[in-house]
């Protein structure tokens, strides 16, 4: 058997917040799901994201401790237009959460924005500028 790629799992200070996080990402989390200490949700492509809380994963880790730094990894959201990176970008930040990069046009020809999840993980909203 080959390993497949299957799941991202997040490790989450607070998943009500997370949660709220996501879900104006468009992630149609089911209504209850932050009193869970775990949450599954499978995307469109098959693909599963999880949230576990602190105490869920040193339940398992007891040595677990939070990275410091920057973030190593990051979940990049494709847009339909950039119109879309600059409202999802407006919303998120307008509910207080944490823009690390404002949209901008970049080179490599994309509407591109940075925003951090509530407990730093590095989310990417982009979506291809239009061809001349």
Not at 58 to 72: L, Q, Y
Not at 103 to 130: E, I, K, N
Request: net charge negative; proline share 8%.
């Amino acid at each position: 058997m080959t390993p497949r790629f299957d799941l991202v799992g997040l490790t989450v200070t607070d998943m009500a917040r997370t949660l709220d996080f996501y879900r104006r990402l468009g992630l149609d989390v089911p209504a209850g799901a932050e009193a869970e200490p775990h949450v599954e949700f499978t995307l469109a492509s098959g693909l599963r994201l999880a949230w576990d809380t602190v105490e869920t994963i040193r339940g398992f880790d007891p040595g677990w401790a939070a990275p410091t730094g920057g973030s190593r990894v990051s979940l990049a959201f494709r847009c339909a237009d950039p119109a879309e990176v600059d409202r999802c970008w407006a919303e998120l930040t307008g509910a207080g959460f944490h823009g690390h990069l404002a949209p901008w046009d970049a080179v490599w020809g994309q509407r591109y924005a940075v925003l951090h999840d509530p407990d730093g993980t590095a989310v990417d909203l982009f979506a291809p500028l239009p061809v001349d």
